[in-house]
């Protein structure tokens, strides 16, 4: 990261990202790395009433009191609800759109370009078979039908799985 992006980076942020770097460099080590010199690497450290705690070497949220940390827990759920308020709408028409489309998601692992393929023949009824065409050719026309045979058998992995033995 350079100089400008992380001087143009909001308090909260850049705590986050500096105590990223904390867990393998010193204060230092990290201003030289930025370039900065390590007086304004500690003022705009302290931006955002954010203090460096020497034994955890991390930087946390200065809370003045007790009354000041609650208020500031719900200051960011309610955010979050305003949020939520401002585009509920929005939310159930996606929720709706998705129940209705039965989008299917693929798994990372069946077009990962590292991956290691390997052609398998597998012997199965000849109408069940047509029937997956169909529904592949209907419903996921955009995909190749091995794409949806893959995610089929992770489907089923994941769901026939013994429970103590699942996967998340």
Do not use: W
């Not at 489309?101 to 692992?109: A, E, H, M, N, Q």
């Amino acid at each position: 990261m350079d100089k400008e992006t992380f001087i143009s980076l909001t308090p909260a942020k850049r705590v986050q990202e500096v105590n990223k770097l904390l867990k393998n460099h010193s204060l230092t080590e990290i201003s030289d790395l930025l370039g900065i010199p390590s007086s304004t690497f500690s003022k705009l450290m302290r931006e955002g009433d954010y203090l460096y705690h020497q034994g955890d070497k991390q930087y946390y949220p200065f809370v003045r009191s007790e009354e000041e940390r609650v208020k500031k827990n719900y200051s960011e759920i309610d955010e979050g609800l305003t949020f939520i308020k401002s585009h509920i709408e929005t939310l159930k028409k996606m929720v709706l759109h998705y129940e209705e489309s039965g989008t299917l998601i693929l798994d990372k692992r069946i077009y990962n370009k590292d991956s290691e393929f390997v052609n398998k023949s597998i012997r199965m009824n000849s109408a069940i078979y047509d029937d997956f065409n169909k529904f592949c050719e209907e419903y996921y026309p955009h995909l190749k039908t091995q794409d949806v045979v893959a995610q089929a058998l992770i489907d089923a992995m994941n769901r026939y799985q013994p429970k103590k033995e699942q996967k998340l």
